[in-house]
Nanobody, 121 residues
Framework: QVQLVESGGGLVQPGGSLRLSCEAS????????VGWYRQAPGKQRELVAI???????KYADAVKGRFTISRDNAKNTGYLQMNSLKPEDTAVYYC???????????????WGQGTQVTVSS
């Protein structure tokens, strides 16, 4: 059984920073691509950033230069460092990852439970 466990959300003032974490737990052998998505009230879920196993990254235009995605393969964990936060960054942030487990040679795709990020003064 594999789970993605997210942490690090909360309330922050405009211009502040938060760091989100996403740990793959359970019978995990390793993780491939890790992505962060967000969904604001009344809007569709959108890609924020993604990092592949080779370390290559892709960002949404709205967060380029402010957010940094990273990973720690030894800990099966992905991170999203968010700086210079704006009220429009307010959303539920979801982690998504392709995870290899001991029972299957093919990676399966998983979603985290979501963590609320609120940017407000």
């Amino acid at each position: 059984q594999v789970q993605l466990v997210e942490s690090g959300g909360g309330l922050v003032q405009p211009g502040g920073s938060l760091r989100l974490s996403c740990e793959a737990s359970g019978s995990v052998v390793g993780i491939d691509a890790v992505g962060w998505y967000r969904q604001a009230p009344g809007k569709q879920r959108e890609l924020v950033a993604i990092i592949r196993s080779d370390g290559s990254t892709k960002y949404a235009d709205a967060v380029k230069g402010r957010f940094t995605i990273s990973r720690d393969n030894a800990k099966n964990t992905g991170y999203l460092q968010m700086n210079s936060l704006k009220p429009e960054d307010t959303a539920v942030y979801y982690c998504n990852a392709d995870v290899f487990d001991y029972n299957d040679p093919w990676a399966d795709n998983y979603w985290g439970q979501g963590t609320q990020v609120t940017v407000s003064s």
